[in-house]
Every structure is written in structure tokens, then in C-alpha cells.
């Protein structure tokens, strides 16, 4: 299979699902750019990060959609257009500014289905950019999926490798439900074997990316990528651990971390995301009422402590959790010991 | 001289919707006032000339985004009576099911793209629609009813931008009704509504909204406007609501005999029963008929409606996605 990067596998995703289906429009703040300017360059940006280059060389300014900074009207157009017959994949440039056009996600699109009983579809795809590392500042390095999974009505989407990305990208775009397709702006560059032609991934299936028998790490997103370095080195010392990516946050695969959990006894929770009431929490939480008596030690959460992500580079290389962390945690909880009582 | 379009025909489908509006609102008051009515119900009395005037422009195949003052909307633009009131008592059957309530009422079938309680939050929705008209070059125009409170959020002047910049068919239908909630418009709006919409680039015209004839000729030029393919358009009736915010609202921001002087003098019903008689050839006896009808088939619907069954317990679990 063809080495790929993560922002060509979604690139090409967006392309092909585009030719495919007509309905497919793309919208965002210069997704293609150069509207207005003085150089008169018909695509200036392709996206900040260079996602969506090229697609409006090849389907025209009436389906790639470049907008004024307005992430309500952008978010709350691409529902609306969802409702009466497009399949618009809407770009919302980072998670942070879901500050600015929430009530369309919360109250609007994850709400149309259920309180018009059940007689619409709202196919609507926001991509979205998350996560630390770039010393970007409180404002552009968020990890908001948390908040975002608490909404019942949307699916929550975090692809951790270009191949992932690809065939969680085409699932979201086909299906008939609001999907926040989370990409990590520090994984554009992550290569891996990608396939050419059609390829979907079905949401609520957890990929086990190393298998192992003394622990589960559970870990989304980028944080996946450091999971399987630290089981890479460990595994040279004779520990094995199993890294479960769940892939989805809602719909969450419950039972492959279950299994994992039952069959290790033995779990750390790694996720950029909140330390209160994020997925590090809510993995935990779903251990300790469906799998207690399986676990030989308390699990261990790995997050980002309870602030704001800051522009400091080295505050933030701390804040960011890291292959010392993740490593440190696997070693304490199989050090470690559940007391029981009776 | 008598305008063309004002053909007897539409006339009287204007003085039905319109009737139809009134005792519906008027029913639901005593029902609510009776407490056989769940949840907070916005009534629209005063204000029927403004709906049936912009929705007797409309296909099925156009929209309207609304509001939580829906039900006007709602059979100006030819819902089913009977749905609407089993999904107001949350009953099976109803538009939505039972599940969205008075404030929630939606039926796609016939454009019409749901009430909304979130004040100011229908409006990007409408130009996600007219996108969709646009992008698939059909010549369907949708229409934004936004009240003069939800004017003043930043949702409006987004929509009325991106509805510029990308030639929408969209027309922002503005319902001045006097009051935001429990605060008049004298205190809460700076400048004025249609001004405002002019300043992104499109025609904005203030017209009397208890007139049906002139919100249905102004409305008229917008759609046609649109249709074209010119762009979007605002238009600012002002007409005072009857009622309060909700029904109950105890109105103590109001001077007490202000509804009763727009009873006398701003009921749309009456000032266009007196223009189609004088100038237009309707007979007064036609519109009594049409009275009757209306009162039949709102005692008729009110009751299905109580008597309906409730969703079953199951409902609860169901339609949050397509699949999960």
C-alpha cells in the first residue's frame, strides 16, 4: 500500500467522496482563499493547513465554498443546507471557536432529528483541528472532543493515522448523522500505508494497534501515536501492553475496552483532552461500573492538568502528556495492587 | 384599479389562513389558560397578516426558518391543522411525533424547516437552505421570519453577510412586534431593523404588517428577487403582538388598554375583510362561510387531539440518529 500523509489520505478522501456524490460541498474560511485579494491567485491558501487544496480547481467556487470568518453562519449554513438536501462537510478551522457557533451543534443539528421525530436527515461533516504542540496558545490548542461527546445526537470522530483518517473521513461524509471529525494539526505530517481506492472504517470500532497482556492503554487521538512507542520500548523489557484507539468517542466501543481491561486486569487512560469530565474520566468511570473485579491495580489517568494549554514552549511541552508520563503510569500500575477489603 | 395578482381565489385563501391562525391562537389561549396544554406556547395574534402575506408567495419546495411564535408560520405556509395540534399536546401522530412541542414544530414536506427557542438561531439555518437552492441551481427561494428581539444578535447580521456576499435567495423576513420578551422595541433596537439589513448590501423595506396587501406586495418584489437569482432581500413588518411573550405573561410592561385599542384599531382580519369588500368584489357572506368552517375544524382537531394516544415509553430511545 502507498505511504500516505495524514493531511493527503484527508485530501484525497474529500476528493473522492466529492467525485462520488454531487451533494458533497465543502465550506469554510478559505478552504480555497484569494477571494478579494489583490494577486489575483485563484487558490491562496487550499486551507490553513493545506487540507483542502486543489478542490477548487477541480469542483468550482460553487462546491468548495470559501467564507467570511463567521462560524456561526458557516456551521449553522451547513446545517440547514444539510436538512434540505446537501451533504456539506463544513470546516470549522480550530475546536477552539466552538465558543462562537456551539447552538448550531448543540441546540440545532444534534437536536433536528430527535425533536422533529425522526422525519430528517442531517448529513452534515465539521472538520475540525485539535490539539497542542505547536505553541499555538490557549486559544488554538485545545482538545474539546469531550465536550463535544456529552451532546447526545452528534458522533464524535478522532482518527490517530492517515489511514484512519481516510476511512473514518468517508464514513462520516456518507452518513446521515452531524459528525465532528476531529484531525490533529500535530499529525498532518504522520505517514502510513494508506489504500488507494474506496476505503470506510465503521464508527464504534476500536482498533487494537498493539496487542498485549499485562496492561490496556487506552489513548485517543495523537496520543495513540506516543502509546505505541512507549509499548514498542517496553516490550523489549518483557512488558506487554495493548493499546486499544477507540476511534470514536460516541459511538464509544465499550466492549473492545472491556475485553481488553478483563483480559489484562490493568488500565491507563491517555488523552490531550479535560482532566474533568473528559474521556480519560469517562474510561474509567466505564472500568470501574462494568469491569471492577478485573482490575489488579486503581488505573491510572495520563491528561493535561486543569489549566489552559499555554503558548510557553516548554510549559506546554509539561502540559502536553508524554511518552515519560505514559510509561511512568504503565509502570506504576503494575507495581501497583487493588487493596480489597471482605 | 384592481392589481392582477389579487385574483378572488387568493383572496380568499388569505382571509382562510389567516381566520385559520386566529382561532387557532385564540383556542389555544383558552386552553392553555385551562392547563390541557404542556409546556410554553408564543401566540400570534395581530400578526397573521404578515405570515399568510409573505407564505401565499411559496411552493411546498420553498422554505422558512421560524421561530418560537411558530404556529402562524406554520399554517401560512399549509401544515396540517390536525398534526400541528397533536404534536402541541406532544401526541402520536404529530408533526414530530409528540417530541418537539409547540416550539419545535417542523414538517420538511411542506418547507417548513421548524420552530426554534433559540432566539436568533434560525436564520444561519435559512441560509443553509438557500445555499442548497443555490448550489442546486433550482429556483426555490427561502424565507427567515426573525422577531425584533432575535434582530439583535450576531447570528442575523452573520446570516444577512453571508446571504450578501453569496447572492442568496433568501428573504429576511423581520416581525417587529413590539417587544422583545418583557423590554419594547424603543429601548432595545439602535437604528432600524431594515436599515440595518440595507447596510450588508441588499433592499430593505419597513411596510405595515397588519396590512396583508402590503406585506404581500413587498414581500412579492423580494421573492421575485430572488427567484432570479439577484439576491437576498429584508423586509421589516411591524405589527404588535396581541398577546404576551408566552402565554401567561402577565404583560405588567404593557399599558392595559394597549391590546384592547389594537383590537379596535390594527386587527388584520378586519382592515383586510374592508379592503377585499370595497375594492376587490369579495362578499362578506363568503367569509362568514369560511368563519364557520374554521371554528368546525379547530373544535374537530382539538379534540382528536386530546383524545390521541401518547408516544409509547419506547419513543424516549428513538430518532436520536440515523443509526449509532
Known amino acids: ?342 | 384599479m384592481v392589481d392582477q395578482s389579487y385574483d378572488p381565489i387568493l383572496l380568499l385563501e388569505a382571509y382562510r389562513r389567516m381566520r385559520l391562525i386566529r382561532e387557532f391562537e385564540e383556542r389555544m389561549r383558552r386552553e392553555v389558560q385551562a392547563g390541557t396544554v404542556p409546556g410554553f406556547v408564543h401566540l400570534y395574534c395581530g400578526q397573521e397578516a404578515v405570515a399568510v402575506g409573505t407564505c401565499l408567495h411559496l411552493r411546498d419546495s420553498d422554505y422558512i426558518g421560524s421561530t418560537h411564535r411558530g404556529h402562524g408560520h406554520c399554517i401560512a405556509k399549509g401544515c396540517n391543522v390536525g398534526e400541528m395540534l397533536l404534536e402541541i399536546y406532544c401526541k402520536q401522530g404529530g408533526l414530530c411525533n409528540g417530541k418537539g412541542g409547540s416550539m419545535h414544530i417542523a414538517d420538511l414536506r411542506k418547507g417548513m424547516l421548524g420552530a426554534n427557542a433559540i432566539v436568533g438561531a434560525a436564520p444561519p439555518i435559512a441560509v443553509g437552505a438557500a445555499l442548497t437552492q443555490s448550489t442546486l441551481a433550482t429556483d426555490g427561494v427561502t424565507v427567515s421570519f426573525i422577531g425584533d428581539g432575535a434582530s439583535n444578535q450576531g447570528t442575523v447580521a452573520e446570516s444577512l453577510n453571508m446571504a450578501s456576499i453569496l447572492k442568496l435567495p433568501l428573504i429576511f423576513l423581520y416581525e417587529n412586534n413590539g417587544y422583545a420578551e418583557f423590554t419594547g422595541v424603543s429601548y432595545h433596537l439602535g437604528g432600524n431593523i431594515a436599515r440595518r439589513a440595507a447596510a450588508f448590501g441588499m433592499p430593505g423595506e419597513t411596510v405595515d404588517g397588519v396590512d396583508f396587501f402590503a406585506v404581500y406586495d413587498a414581500v412579492g418584489r423580494a421573492v421575485a428577487r430572488a427567484r432570479r437569482g439577484e439576491g437576498p432581500s429584508a423586509v421589516e413588518a411591524v405589527a404588535m403582538r396581541w398577546y404576551g411573550h408566552f402565554e401567561g405573561d402577565m404583560q405588567l410592561y404593557r399599558d392595559p388598554h394597549e391590546v384592547e385599542r389594537l383590537r379596535q384599531t390594527a386587527d388584520p382580519l378586519v382592515k383586510f375583510e374592508d379592503r377585499a369588500t370595497r375594492e376587490f368584489g369579495i362578499e362578506k357572506d363568503e367569509l362568514r362561510e369560511i368563519d364557520a368552517e374554521i371554528t368546525e375544524l379547530i373544535d374537530d382537531k382539538v379534540d382528536a387531539a386530546k383524545a390521541a394516544p401518547k408516544p409509547p415509553k419506547e419513543a424516549l430511545y428513538t430518532d436520536v440518529y440515523g443509526s449509532y
Not at chain 1, 470559501?66 to 446537501?86: K, M, N, Q, R, W
Open chain 1, 1 to 342: 500500500m502507498p505511504l500516505k500523509s495524514y493531511r493527503d489520505a484527508i485530501n484525497e478522501t474529500l476528493k473522492q467522496e466529492m467525485r462520488r456524490d454531487s451533494r458533497v460541498v465543502v465550506m469554510g474560511e478559505d478552504v480555497a482563499g484569494g477571494l478579494g485579494g489583490s494577486s489575483g491567485i485563484a487558490e491562496a491558501a487550499g486551507g490553513t493547513f493545506g487540507v483542502t487544496a486543489g478542490l477548487v480547481a477541480e469542483f468550482g467556487r460553487k462546491r468548495v465554498i470559501d467564507t467570511p470568518i463567521t462560524e456561526s453562519a458557516i456551521i449553522g449554513a451547513a446545517g440547514g443546507a444539510a436538512l434540505t438536501g446537501l451533504r456539506p462537510v463544513a470546516e470549522l478551522m480550530f475546536i477552539d471557536f466552538i465558543g462562537v457557533c456551539l447552538d448550531q451543534i448543540l441546540n440545532q443539528q444534534a437536536k433536528f432529528r430527535y425533536m422533529f421525530g425522526g422525519r430528517c436527515t442531517v448529513p452534515v461533516t465539521i472538520r475540525t483541528l485539535m490539539g497542542a504542540g505547536l505553541g499555538a496558545g490557549p486559544q488554538h490548542s485545545q482538545s474539546l472532543h469531550g465536550i463535544l461527546t456529552a451532546i447526545p445526537g452528534v458522533k464524535v470522530v478522532l482518527p490517530s493515522n492517515a489511514a484512519d483518517a481516510k476511512g473514518l473521513l468517508a464514513t462520516a461524509i456518507r452518513d446521515d448523522d452531524p459528525v465532528i471529525f476531529c484531525e490533529h494539526k500535530f499529525l498532518y505530517g504522520e505517514t502510513a500505508d494508506v489504500p488507494d481506492g474506496e476505503y470506510l472504517i465503521p464508527f464504534g470500532e476500536a482498533n487494537i494497534t498493539r496487542s498485549g497482556t499485562h496492561v490496556t492503554v487506552v489513548a485517543f487521538s495523537r496520543m495513540v501515536t506516543l502509546a505505541n512507542k512507549v509499548a514498542d520500548k517496553l516490550a523489549k523489557e518483557g512488558i506487554s501492553v495493548e493499546v486499544v484507539d477507540p476511534r470514536t468517542t460516541s459511538p464509544l466501543d465499550r466492549d473492545s475496552i472491556l475485553e481488553s481491561v478483563e483480559k489484562t486486569g490493568r488500565l491507563v487512560v491517555v488523552d490531550e483532552g479535560t482532566p474533568l469530565c473528559g474521556m480519560a474520566s469517562e474510561i474509567a468511570g466505564l472500568v470501574a461500573c462494568e469491569a471492577l473485579d478485573s482490575l489488579k491495580a486503581p488505573v491510572q489517568k495520563v491528561t493535561p492538568p486543569h489549566t489552559p494549554v499555554p503558548a510557553t514552549p516548554h510549559l506546554e511541552q509539561d502540559w502536553v502528556p508524554s511518552t515519560e508520563k505514559i510509561e511512568a503510569a504503565i509502570r506504576a500500575t503494575l507495581s501497583q495492587k487493588l487493596a480489597r477489603t471482605g
